[in-house]
């Protein structure tokens, strides 16, 4: 067998959450390989492509990436008149264009990013497989492997509950600035998306996965009943889709043998269970764990406990909170009682039942 070849810091996932660890750590002095198993990064996109106001405070030059402003979220509620929430502001990006960026970042700072290099396996003791047979170690593992991390998997933290997508692009008819949202009995466990990219949008719907089967069936309505109020056009760009993560937040830190372990992002069940939002949070877990990787690694025996006490007051309250609604709505279900319309609200963001008690 080959030589394990060996640095500081190694990162699993160029995600936003890997890259903003790898841009860190290399910016502290550390040697820092990441690895991605896609050949360009951020491709192919799966992702609705809204980011929220916040992220400026966290990254300069979001101009460059930018495809739209957002200043609005109008709120559908099965055939109601929809409900408009005026102060909504963020930005669509071009989320390959975003995810490279911030790769490039991280290569500019001096981490070493291997794109094409997929993870099969990671040892009992932090070494990681790569397909063509060659290991790699860390004196720090992050997993910033999205929602099905393999790093993750390792440690026993596994994204137990998903929700399933499937999206498509289509030409949007009156260009505006608001995420549409679309709730419904019909849509269990998620709900859909009409966001605007100029031009054309993102059309999306998410579900709970034993639902899975009906998401085509259910996005092929939707896009018709846009279709027939001239909204958008029949025509399909592109489809993607994906798991997010919606079981709340995971044990971010452990070890495998004596090889310490983060995980950031997705692969640390940062996602909203309620919104499937999740790139603000991998961006900003993952320049805590690139932190707490440098620390770590200059001696300092709280870097790793103080990161996860990091992500739990950061994130805990909202992600828990988005837990309970979700329990809310599919418990429903279960009782053979669809949602009604007043549930519907109380668990989705716009609606102040939502943050009440
Ligand atoms: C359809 C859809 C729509 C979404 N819309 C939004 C939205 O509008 N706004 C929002 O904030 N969030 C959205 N999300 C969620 C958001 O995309 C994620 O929360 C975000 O990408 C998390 O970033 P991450 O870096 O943790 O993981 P990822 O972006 O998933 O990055 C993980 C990286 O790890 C790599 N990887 C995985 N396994 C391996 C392996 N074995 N070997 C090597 N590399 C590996 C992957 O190739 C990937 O590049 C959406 C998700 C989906 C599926």
Not at 214 to 240: C, M, Q, S, W, Y
Not at 260 to 282: E, F, K, R, W, Y
Not at 299 to 322: I, N, S, V, W
Request: proline letters at 7%.
């Amino acid at each position: 067998m080959s030589a394990i070849e060996r640095t500081d810091v190694l990162v699993v996932g160029l995600g936003p959450a890997g890259s903003r660890v790898a841009a860190t750590a290399a910016s502290a002095g550390r040697r820092v390989v990441a690895l991605d198993r896609r050949r360009e990064p951020g491709v192919p996109v799966q992702c609705a492509e809204f980011i929220p106001a916040l992220l400026d405070q966290e990254i300069e030059g979001l101009g460059a990436v930018t495809r739209q402003r957002v200043r609005e979220m109008m709120t559908f509620v099965e055939d109601e008149a929809p409900d408009i929430k005026p102060d909504f502001p963020g930005r669509m990006i071009d989320r390959a264009k975003f995810d490279a960026a911030l790769a490039a970042r991280a290569a500019e700072a001096g981490a070493e990013c291997r794109f094409g290099a997929a993870v099969e396996a990671v040892d009992p003791d932090g070494t990681v497989r790569l397909s063509d047979g060659s290991g790699l170690r860390g004196e720090v593992l992050i997993g910033a492997d999205g929602p099905r991390s393999r790093v993750g998997r390792a440690l026993g933290r596994i994204n137990e509950h998903v929700v399933e997508t499937r999206q498509i692009t289509v030409p949007l008819y009156a260009p505006n600035e608001q995420t549409d949202i679309f709730l419904s009995a019909d849509i269990p466990g998620g709900y859909g998306w009409l966001f605007p990219k100029g031009e054309v949008a993102n059309l999306g719907v998410g579900v709970a996965p034993e639902a899975k089967h009906r998401l085509k069936p259910i996005l092929d309505d939707l896009h018709e009943n846009l279709a027939v109020r001239d909204r958008v056009g029949r025509r399909v760009f592109g489809h993607t889709g994906g798991p997010i993560p919606v079981g709340g937040m995971l044990d971010p830190i452990g070890r495998l043998d004596e090889t310490p372990v983060l995980l950031a992002g997705d692969a640390a069940g940062l996602a909203n269970p309620v919104t499937g939002a999740g790139i603000s949070a991998a961006v900003i877990a993952g320049g805590a764990a690139g932190e707490a990787a440098a620390a770590h690694l200059s001696g300092d025996a709280e870097a790793l406990p103080d990161y996860a006490e990091e992500l739990t007051e950061l994130f805990k309250p909202a992600l828990d909170r988005a837990l309970a609604r979700r329990r809310e709505l599919l418990a429903r279900y279960r009782e053979d009682q669809a949602p009604t319309p007043e549930n519907l609200r109380r668990g989705w963001i716009a609606y102040p039942e939502y943050w009440a008690a």
